[in-house]
C-alpha cells in the first residue's frame, strides 16, 4: 500500500515571503497527487492535481507543486505568501483502489 | 453551483443518544465518502460508496457506526450508542466515478461534541 509523508507539521512564515510545503511519498508506480487547502471550521479544497506529462502544476490561490520522481516528492509552492494563506495543508496520494492523505502541514503567516 | 452539503454544523448530545449526520453530494457524483478529523488521529476514511454501494467500509470504527447511501443524493453517517470518544469533526466528500484518479470535493463538516 502506498504511504505519504508531510515532515513538517507547522511552518510560520512571514508575509510576503517565499513558500515551500513538502510531500513524500511511497509506492511503486506514479501515483496521482493531489494538495489540498482546509481553512478553519471548512471542508478541504483541492489546491492542485498531477496525473501525468508536465512535472510542474499549476493551481488556484498562486500555488504549484513540482513532481520529483527520482524524490518521490512532490512539493507545494507560493512565491510570495497573503495572510489569507494561513491554513492548514494536505498532501493526499492516490493509486488503484486506494487513496491516502498526509497528517498536514499547519501553515502560520506573520504579518 | 452548490457543493456537499452537510447537516446538521454541529452536535452536542449527551452519551448513549443516538447521532445522524446527513449528506447531500454534488448532483453528477458517483462516489460519496465519510471522513472522521481528530488532532490526534488526523483525517481518517471511515467509508466509501460507489453507485450508492458501500464498497470499503473497513474503516468504520466498530458496529455503532453505521452508513447508508438510500439514492445518488443523500447519505447518512449514524452513531448509536454515541461515546464522548466519537467527538471529532465529521467530513462528506464526493467525486466523480473513481476513486483514486478523481479530486475530492468536501463538505464543510459536522463538529460532533459527545458529553
Known amino acids: 500500500a502506498q504511504s505519504v509523508t508531510q515532515p513538517d507539521i507547522h511552518i510560520t512564515v512571514s508575509e510576503g515571503a517565499s513558500l515551500e510545503l513538502r510531500c513524500n511519498y511511497s509506492?511503486?508506480?506514479?501515483?496521482?497527487l493531489f494538495w489540498y487547502v482546509q481553512s478553519p471550521g471548512q471542508g478541504l479544497q483541492l489546491l492542485l492535481k498531477?496525473?501525468?506529462?508536465?512535472?510542474l502544476v499549476q493551481g488556484i490561490k498562486g500555488f504549484e507543486a513540482e513532481f520529483k520522481r527520482s524524490q518521490s516528492s512532490f512539493n507545494l509552492r507560493k512565491p510570495s505568501v497573503h495572510w489569507s494563506d494561513a491554513a492548514e495543508y494536505f498532501c493526499?496520494?492516490?493509486?488503484?483502489?486506494?487513496?491516502?492523505f498526509g497528517a498536514g502541514t499547519r501553515l502560520t503567516v506573520k504579518p | 453551483d452548490a457543493g456537499v452539503i452537510q447537516s446538521p454544523r454541529h452536535e452536542v448530545t449527551e452519551m448513549g443518544q443516538e447521532v445522524t449526520l446527513r449528506c447531500k453530494p454534488i448532483?453528477?457524483?458517483?462516489?460519496l465518502f465519510w471522513y472522521r478529523q481528530t488532532m490526534m488521529r488526523g483525517l481518517e476514511l471511515l467509508i466509501y460508496?460507489?453507485?450508492?454501494?458501500?464498497?470499503?467500509d473497513s474503516g468504520m470504527p466498530e458496529d455503532r457506526f453505521s452508513a447508508k447511501m438510500p439514492n445518488a443524493s443523500f447519505s447518512t453517517l449514524k452513531i448509536q450508542p454515541s461515546e464522548p470518544r466519537d467527538s471529532a469533526v465529521y467530513f462528506c466528500?464526493?467525486?466523480?466515478?473513481?476513486?483514486?484518479?478523481?479530486?475530492?470535493?468536501f463538505g464543510d463538516g459536522t463538529r460532533l461534541s459527545i458529553l
Open positions: 448532483s453528477g457524483h458517483n462516489s
Open positions: 466528500a464526493s467525486s466523480r466515478q473513481g476513486y483514486s484518479n478523481q479530486p475530492q470535493h
Open positions: 460508496f460507489n453507485n450508492n454501494v458501500p464498497i470499503d
Open positions: 493526499a496520494v492516490g493509486a488503484p483502489g486506494d487513496m491516502r
Open positions: 498531477y496525473f501525468s506529462g508536465d512535472t
Open positions: 509506492y511503486g508506480a506514479t501515483p496521482y
